[in-house]
């Protein structure tokens, strides 16, 4: 894909799933990579993991929810490579499956914090950079769940709705300085997150039997639009939500 070989990308979320898939595959086109997450012993064997197919990373130990932490995950892209051009803030928590009379409050907290203040966080840390760099590209990671409701989870389909609403805000505010921001919205995918709720989890359950395609999504299958959107091939799209899902929603 033209437009993303020798540019600078932050992935949050870089350690496993998702993120992993899409840190390999925007090194794949050429892009350095600066791998976030809170998990220090898979995001520095996803950075490895570049560098021994011949790409450029760094891992960083950044928790999205800490301002200090986001701000330090950017300014190591600008220390290290010089500005920074994409961003992929994927970073997300599912939390515990309860009725939301049940809801802890504590998960309440965690979930908004880590999947939209950090989606939040992470586009204020990014934009300034992106500017000073004359534009770039945001892409952020919601969810099906940011579409319609799913019983269970009410924190996290907040959180999702929430991140479609900074998206398409961040997207009308930095239209006309050369930032484009859209966002992700995966159907269930085979990640970490998805197998460790699939045994208990009855609503995940039903969302596989309920994918036309018949199968769950793979990792690499998100990333490829990531680095899609990024691209050279993607310059009049902004402010757009992609439904990724296999037709669960449709
Ligand atoms: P995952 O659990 O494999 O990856 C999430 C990553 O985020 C992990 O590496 C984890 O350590 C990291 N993380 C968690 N809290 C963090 C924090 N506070 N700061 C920085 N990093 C943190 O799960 P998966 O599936 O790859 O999820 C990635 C994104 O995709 C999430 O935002 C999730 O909500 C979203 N998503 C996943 C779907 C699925 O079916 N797997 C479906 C729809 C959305």
Known sequence: ??????????????????GHAAALRFAEEGASVVAADVNVEDGEATAEEIEEMGGEATFVETDVSDWDDVQAMVDTAVDTYGGLDFAFNNAGIEGENEALGDQPLENWEQVIDVNLKGVFQSMKAEIPVMLDGGGGSIVNVSSI????GFPQISPYVASKHGTIGLTKTAALEYSGEGIRV?????GV????????????NETTQQAIAATPLGR???????GDAAVWLCSDDATFVTGETFVIDGGYTS
């Open 182 to 186: 859209n966002v992700i919205a995966p």
């Open 145 to 148: 769940a940011g579409e319609v």
């Open 216 to 222: 769950l999504g793979k990792p690499e299958e998100i």
């Open 189 to 200: 995918i085979e990640t970490p997150m998805v197998e460790a709720s699939a045994e208990e």
């Open 1 to 18: 894909m033209d437009g993303i070989n020798d540019k600078v990308a932050v992935v949050t979320g870089a350690s496993t799933g998702i």
